[in-house]
């Protein structure tokens, strides 16, 4: 079993929709983080979380850690926002070397 | 913006080749990683490195590879003798220290196709 799942695995969405990506993990976690992958293959990081919510312009990231699980929210989508997002967590093990463990990504279309 | 750096963008090598991937972290981090993602599949942990030396690394990491910090900047994984799976997206990251508040930066990747 994956420590961390995604779901859904393919998202298509019309422009302007409101979409959610979920996470859960089993695994205790130090951090959480949403990447986000284009097609060229360079990843770029989103959002870091331990807790609660952070927002940075159309996009809202949840943490509820007792429940293993996070969202992310994108609102007012947009066909720049197609691209793989990915869940990742940062373990916290003894001797915790800050390595992340990834999801298999959500792979999300926006469509005009 | 500071930002991890990695050259080639793309390689291709010959199949018992030996290539290294360089990688120049951001300036003031202290923790640098590789992950490799297969085409398709998910990203994966191959090796994190702290201190000059080796801090945790997968069971994908066996003796054919190796990183190494050669200068305060240059951050390098060699792959001794390349096989076809070796194929795969290799990414560096970067991270300013140990803890859980700790965001890592990625650089673009390496695409490694071994013929």
């Known amino acids: 079993k994956n420590e961390v799942e995604q779901s859904p695995q393919n998202l298509t969405a019309q422009e302007g929709e409101f979409i959610t990506i979920n996470c859960s993990y089993s695994?205790?976690?130090?951090?959480l983080h949403w990447l986000q992958q284009h097609p060229g293959g360079g990843i770029v990081s989103l959002f870091m979380?331990?807790?609660g919510k952070k927002k940075h312009g159309r996009l809202i990231a949840t943490i509820n850690i007792q429940e293993k699980h996070s969202s992310l929210h994108i609102t007012a989508s947009h066909p720049r926002d197609s691209a793989v997002y990915i869940c990742?967590?940062?373990?916290?093990?003894?001797?915790?070397?800050?390595?992340?463990?990834f999801g298999t990504g959500t792979l999300l279309a926006v469509q005009p | 913006e500071p930002e991890v750096t990695q050259t080639p963008s793309h390689q291709v090598t010959q199949m018992g080749q030996e290539v290294i991937l360089r990688c120049v972290p951001i300036?003031?981090?202290?923790?640098f990683y590789w992950y490799r993602q297969i085409l398709g599949q998910k990203v994966e942990f191959l090796v994190s490195?702290?201190?000059?030396?080796?801090?945790?690394k997968s069971e994908i990491f066996d003796d054919q590879f190796s990183v190494e910090r050669p200068d305060g900047s240059n951050f390098t994984l060699k792959i001794r003798s390349t096989k076809l799976e070796d194929s795969a997206m290799y990414f560096c990251a970067s991270s300013a220290w140990e803890g859980f508040n700790t965001e890592a930066f990625f650089g673009q990747g390496t695409r490694l196709t071994v013929v």
């Open positions: 300036s003031n981090h202290l923790y």
């Open positions: 979380l331990s807790s």
């Open positions: 990742a967590v940062r373990s916290r093990t003894g001797g915790a070397t800050n390595k992340l463990i």
């Open positions: 695994v205790g976690i130090s951090a």
């Open positions: 490195f702290y201190n000059n030396e080796i801090s945790e």
